[in-house]
Every structure is written in structure tokens, then in C-alpha cells.
Nanobody, 124 residues
Framework: VQLQASGGGLVQAGGSLRLSCAASGGTFSSYVMGWFRQAPGKEREFVARITWSGYGIRYADSVKGRFTISRDNAKNSVYLQMNGLKPEDTAVYYC??????????????????WGQGTQVTVSS
């Protein structure tokens, strides 16, 4: 499975961005999809996850109420709508695919495939 993330950019605090992740080469509709991010000097951290049916949505506490994950299985794509962006949201954002749903969805080690990342920079 190949994952291609896009949609990052530079935005002012309080602004919005929508990230997209297009999948190819696999059965997208069967995968749990997640978004992670990695800020400079920090470890990669969980952001959001959505199961194959579009349910089972989970968010990190830091983004709850501001970010929305969704997917379109017909387009082999997963999205991350980010509103109310803060400077601390600045990071490289990665999409990832997991072949099996797991209670450890917040761990990057659960995911089998990764995209290349897209940079999100939020200025104050």
C-alpha cells in the first residue's frame, strides 16, 4: 500500500487546513487509517484514527474539538480537517494504515504502512 499525504502549508493561528491522504495498491476500505504528527525534536504522536466503516473515531486530547478525521472509501482517501490551529500544532503530519483494528491505535507501532508526511506550520 502506498500512501500520499498532501494539504500542508503555512497558516496563521486560528486558521484551518485540510489534509488529504490518498492510498493506492491495496484494499483501502479494509484498513484502519490514522494521522500522526512529529514536531521538531519530539517523538511522533497520535492525532486521530478512523476504522474502515467510518466509525471508531478517536482523537488525541490535544486536538479534540478542533480536528475532524473522515474517509471516503470510494476515493481511497482519508482526510484531516484542522480548525482553530495553534502554533503547537506545527509538525510534519503523517497518514498511516493498519490492517487490523487494535486497542493500541494510538501507538505508531500498530500501523503497517506510512505516507511521506506533509508539513504544517502555524504562525502566531
Amino acid at each position: 500500500v502506498q500512501l500520499q499525504a498532501s494539504g500542508g502549508g503555512l497558516v496563521q493561528a486560528g486558521g484551518s487546513l485540510r489534509l488529504s491522504c490518498a492510498a493506492s495498491g491495496g484494499t483501502f476500505s479494509s484498513y484502519v487509517m490514522g494521522w500522526f504528527r512529529q514536531a521538531p525534536g519530539k517523538e511522533r504522536e497520535f492525532v486521530a484514527r478512523i476504522t474502515w466503516s467510518g466509525y471508531g473515531i478517536r482523537y488525541a486530547d490535544s486536538v479534540k474539538g478542533r480536528f475532524t478525521i473522515s474517509r471516503d472509501n470510494a476515493k481511497n482517501s482519508v482526510y484531516l480537517q484542522m480548525n482553530g490551529l495553534k502554533p503547537e500544532d506545527t509538525a510534519v503530519y503523517y497518514c498511516a494504515a493498519d490492517r487490523m483494528s487494535s486497542d493500541s491505535y494510538y501507538s505508531e507501532h500498530e500501523y503497517d504502512y506510512w505516507g511521506q508526511g506533509t508539513q504544517v506550520t502555524v504562525s502566531s
